[in-house]
């Protein structure tokens, strides 16, 4: 159920409106759309969507014939359910993260791209909670965020990893259980000191803030691997993209199965050159891919 919150994530972290489809609760993503609808985040009654398309050849537009929906490129018989879009409703999903937290001071809008959530003693200090979505921020709400000095800037998986003052942002995937039942993970461990990590693709050192992790050597497979993560920093990499990438780079073929390809990989990283890479790298639950980590603890 990761891969539908985090598909869920991204779609409240983009601009209004966000809604899913008929394929959407018919495919991977069914389980989680319903628990969410559940809980209020995604309205219980379909508005109709205003360019629908056909689902059968992708090209069409349906029409209404008699009692049927026929669409005018390949007169499949479209349901109507083909029509219908579902928003997710961003209010009562922040609603629900600030009482999980005990925020107080209520939700509020700032703009389009920024909401205020409110203060709790986190991590041994009071901290104000925004949620951010968007590359930009208006001056309104950077003028908002910088009249914090503890702040916790919340976001989508494909949200800012940073402001303009260097202030950190979290994504909510991080702390998000998707459950049944779904629950928001104690965010203290995050906002201890962290160093922003760097892989210099010219010398091959691995850096966390202003801490030196270590140096692999440029042009072995080792360092590909890390030069490929680095370059989807914080986002998971499937193992299959990541040995295409290594394989490709280095100019070499390997037939190892790609999870245990990587895995040696990084073991041999591990071992000879930064004993600290379990502290960068993370896996899913699974074990689909690797993550290079944007942030740890200093």
């Known amino acids: 159920m990761r891969a539908s919150s985090e598909f869920l ?25 319903r628990l969410w609808q559940g809980m209020g985040f995604v309205d219980r009654v379909p508005a109709m969507n205003p360019v629908p398309s056909c689902p059968h050849c992708g090209e069409g537009v349906p029409y209404r014939c008699g009692r049927r929906l026929l669409c ?13 879009l579902w928003c997710l409703r961003l ?21 389009a791209q920024l909401w205020q959530l409110g203060a709790s003693k986190l991590g041994g200090s009071v901290h104000e909670c925004f949620f951010r979505r968007g590359a930009s921020l208006s001056e309104a709400a950077s003028d908002r965020l910088a009249s914090y000095r503890q702040a916790l800037v919340l976001t989508g998986p494909t949200g800012p990893a940073a402001d303009a003052t260097g202030r950190a942002h979290l994504c909510l995937l991080e702390l998000l259980d998707p459950g049944p039942p779904l ?22 050192v691995l850096w966390a803030g202003d801490g030196w992790f270590g140096e692999v050597p440029v042009g072995s497979k080792e360092f590909y691997l890390l030069d490929g ?70």
Do not use: M
Not at 9 to 32: F, I, K, N, Q
Not at 72 to 84: A, G, K, N, T
Not at 92 to 111: C, K, N
């Open 183 to 204: 629950a928001l993970a104690d965010p203290a461990p995050f906002l201890r000191p962290r160093g922003r990590v760097r892989f210099d693709a010219g010398s091959g």
């Open 9 to 33: 994530l991204g779609l409240l972290g983009r601009e209004d409106p966000a809604c899913v489809s008929a394929e959407d609760w018919e495919g991977v993503h069914g389980p989680t759309l």
């Open 229 to 298: 993560l680095a370059r989807d920093l914080d986002r998971f990499v499937p193992y299959r993209d990541l040995k295409a990438y290594v394989l490709r780079a280095a100019g070499s073929a390997d037939s190892t199965e790609e999870a245990t390809f990587c895995q040696r990989l990084k073991n041999r990283i591990k071992r000879t050159w930064v004993p600290g890479i379990d502290r960068l790298i993370a896996t899913t639950n699974k074990g689909e891919g690797y993550r290079l980590r944007g942030y740890v603890e200093a």
């Open 72 to 84: 005018d490129r390949c007169r499949s018989e479209v349901d109507v359910r083909h029509l219908h």
């Open 91 to 111: 209010p009562a999903f922040l609603d629900w993260v600030a009482a999980q937290w005990g925020l107080r001071g209520g939700v509020s809008r700032i703009d």
